[in-house]
């Protein structure tokens, strides 16, 4: 099992032929209990009774118990943490406990230039599979977010920041196959609240038609127009059927 990731990515752990559970008109009741913590420690994440939602048990033969975690805030790239998961059954003492050790990265398929700004996250995110994009494979007419979390720097005003968003994608060929101006220009007069733009920013788009050439080449460039800051995106697509 590999113990690297890059954030967004899910972490899926299987536990298969579970035994010791005591029997219940015929059926087996599980607990599971996951926590996260950091180098430090401090738990980040914690997840109880993950089999809640089996009142009346389970009786699978052979029994298969399973959890996933989604590597994402309050989890960042950059850092070591320790996942560990405890099954226990409620009808009975006993107890099985895990412990794993991992990382989180970010993606290098991306690459980022920013003036003035800093942020935590950015990745491309299929909200169809709900599965970050690792590989920056996506299919035509797939509907791809690039989010990019925790984005500061941009001048405030009455808790509101004034900011662009523009996307060019061309392909192969040289093709221009998308050319967005400003995604952000119905928010010119009353801006965007800094809470929110601060928690994520989103740009949505699709490739649509069966003769562009990969790899698709990608720009996304967010910009401040109240001051100079900016965060430029620069990124390769690879777009199957």
């Known amino acids: 099992m590999r113990n690297a990731f890059i954030y967004g990515e899910k972490l899926y752990v299987n536990f298969e032929n579970i035994e010791g559970f005591l029997k219940k008109d015929g059926n087996v009741f599980p607990d599971m209990e996951m926590i996260v913590l950091n180098k430090s420690g401090d738990v980040v994440f914690e997840a109880g009774d993950l089999y809640s939602k089996y009142p009346d048990g ?3 033969s052979p029994l298969t118990l399973n959890a996933n975690l989604t590597i994402a805030a309050p989890i960042h790239s950059g850092n070591d943490y320790t996942l560990k998961i405890k099954i226990g059954d409620k009808n009975g003492k006993g107890i099985y406990e ?3 050790d991992f990382k989180v990265s ?3 398929l991306i690459k980022v230039e920013i003036n003035k700004v800093s942020y935590d996250e950015i990745y491309l995110y299929s909200p169809t599979e709900d599965l970050v994009i690792p590989d920056n494979a996506i299919k035509l007419n797939e509907e791809v977010y690039l989010l990019v979390e925790g984005l500061n720097g941009f001048e405030v005003e009455n808790g509101n920041v004034f900011p662009g ?3 060019k994608a061309s392909d192969n060929d040289g ?3 998308l050319d967005e101006a400003d995604l952000f220009s119905d928010y010119d007069k009353t ?4 809470t929110d733009f601060n928690t994520q920013v989103m740009s949505r788009f699709r ?3 069966t003769e562009i050439q990969n790899p698709v080449k990608c720009t996304v460039t967010i910009s401040d127009k109240k001051s100079d800051a900016s965060l430029r ?3 390769n697509l690879k777009l199957s059927n």
């Open 98 to 100: 895990v412990k794993f």
């Open 175 to 177: 093709n221009m196959i």
């Open 58 to 60: 389970l009786n699978q």
């Open 207 to 209: 490739f649509t038609g």
């Open 165 to 167: 968003l523009a996307i």
């Open 233 to 235: 995106a620069d990124f």
């Open 106 to 108: 970010r993606g290098e």
């Open 191 to 194: 801006g965007v609240a800094v």
